[in-house]
């Protein structure tokens, strides 16, 4: 028998099943809640919690010191989120020492090959940024302290982007932080 025949066959048969489907009145998916599939109203969404979860020196030689900041990002909503990025500054002392980002984020477009995060709801994940500090010499109390394994009084301030579920619903959400380990 002609191969042809069967192939007829199967796509009259989806094409019957697609109908029948259709105009039976009965959905696919069945919702449990009262609410149906998207809620009436207007979703609270609240925002990312963002902690310094650790900073750790990897090596530190006379001219450079590697580190380590990873922080953790919570997502407190129901649905998940879109985590995009982290702009941050690293002081030691309340003096600026270095200043970095995690991420990125369209400017006028959408980004092809990114790295944004996506977070599950009531979930967290760590997020890590490897630096490197470079031995000016205008620091040597600083760097002193580096190279004798010496406790550091370590604070991060910056911004954090993220957006509810995709990139076009929900609009931007800039979260200020400031956190110590």
């Known amino acids: 028998m002609n191969p042809k025949v069967f192939v007829g066959i199967a796509v009259v048969a ?10 039976s009145g009965q959905p696919l998916i069945s919702d449990v809640s009262d609410e149906g599939l998207l809620p009436s109203g207007p979703v609270e969404v609240k925002q990312m919690q963002i902690e310094l979860e650790s900073i750790e020196i990897e090596e530190v030689t006379p001219r450079a010191a590697f580190l380590e900041v990873n ?5 407190p909503n129901q649905k998940s989120v879109i985590f995009k990025q982290i702009q941050y500054t690293l002081y030691e002392n309340d003096e600026k020492i270095h200043i970095s980002s995690i991420g990125e984020r369209p400017e006028g477009g959408v980004v092809m090959g990114s790295n944004y995060i996506t977070i599950l709801a009531e979930s967290s994940v760590i997020v890590p940024d490897k630096i490197e500090l470079t031995n000016t010499g205008n620091t040597p109390e600083f760097w002193d302290a580096l190279m004798n394994n010496e406790p550091l009084s370590w ?6 982007f993220s957006n509810l579920s995709s990139m ?10 400031e956190v110590t380990p």
């Open 71 to 75: 922080f953790k990002v919570t997502n």
């Open 14 to 23: 989806l094409f019957a099943i697609i109908a029948a489907v259709s105009f």
């Open 168 to 177: 076009t619903s929900g609009g931007e959400s800039e979260l200020l932080f």
């Open 155 to 160: 604070k991060i301030k910056g911004k954090a």
